[in-house]
């Protein structure tokens, strides 16, 4: 029988098999072939008991992908969620999590929800920052309903993975895209214990027939592990136009004389607000100690 890791949990895996949900352990062949299931995993499994939906998984299945963080299978892209206001998005974690995105080979959308509480002033100001990293931007309100059909749009026929800090409204826009069908995951729901507030574990859930979102923990902080300062302007994908216009080769846009991306933050053309991500970013991989 064949069916997909919806969430695990202390060592058990839960499979969605035609709108049924097994509870399930993985077999030691995992182990000793040092692989680990993760959600989103197509598997095959063997039923023990059917009336009490207990199983193994008994084989995984090729991957299309894999994140290391959040640790999820068969993701398509990825949506990192902040408000607009209440709370104030740090823009710099945004950042951080675009680049870890990128560097796991991930699309990312953009999505800023509670537009309802702005005048339109942030929604400008923030579609103006991001407009050019190559990130698409969505601005959404799940309180009033507003760029929710939009939104569909984006992740019609994917499977995303979704992230945002604490307090951004994530749960009621997750709630909001599932709609009619949060009725049809009752089943499920009671399983594995879902409608707490918080999320402590990487979850899959259905929108449609061809559309899933990975619910992942919040998140507050984010390293950006293994990446030289040289690394980093790449990542910033405004820059690559006017890097030609710096007089130095390597240059890392911070003090050099003649800068093109300083230059065209001048004038407008490159968002303040990223670049001063960038330098904060740049210092804090020049300061980590090498060990």
């Not at 001048?266 to 980590?288: H, V």
Request: glycine content about 8%; overall charge neutral; some cysteine.
């Amino acid at each position: 029988m064949q069916g997909k890791i919806v969430k695990g949990i202390a060592g058990f895996y839960y499979v969605n098999v035609g709108g049924i949900t097994y509870e399930c352990k993985a077999k030691g062949v995992f182990r000793k072939d040092n692989r680990k299931p993760l959600v989103g995993d197509d598997v095959r499994l063997e039923i023990l008991d059917e009336e009490k939906r207990l199983g193994n998984v008994v084989e995984l299945l090729p991957r299309k992908s894999e994140l290391i963080r959040p640790a999820v299978a068969n993701v398509d892209q990825g949506m990192v969620i902040f408000a607009v206001t209440s709370p104030a998005p740090n823009l710099n974690l945004l950042d951080r999590f675009l680049i870890m995105m990128d560097r796991q080979k991930l699309p990312c959308l953009i999505c800023f929800n509670k537009v309802d509480l702005d005048d339109g002033t942030l929604k400008e100001r923030f579609a103006k920052a991001y407009e050019k990293s190559g990130h698409p931007v969505m601005f959404v309100s799940a309180k009033k309903g507003l760029g929710i059909d939009a939104l569909r749009e984006n992740l019609a026929g994917k499977t995303t993975t979704v992230a945002g800090p604490s307090g951004v409204g994530k749960s009621s826009l997750i709630n909001l895209l599932l709609g009619e069908t949060a009725m049809e995951t009752g089943d499920l729901s009671a399983k594995i214990d879902r409608g707490k507030h918080t999320t402590r574990h990487s979850e899959l859930l259905r929108i449609d027939e061809e559309s899933f979102i990975f619910d992942t923990p919040g998140f507050s902080s984010l390293e950006i592990m293994n990446l030289e300062k040289e690394e980093l302007a790449p990542f910033y994908a405004e820059f690559a136009a006017y890097e030609k216009n710096c007089r130095f080769g390597g240059c890392s846009h911070l003090t050099e004389p003649v800068c093109g991306i300083r230059q065209a933050v001048e004038a407008g053309e490159i968002s303040r607000i990223r670049y001063e991500n960038y330098c904060q970013l740049y210092e804090e991989l020049k300061a980590r100690k090498k060990y």
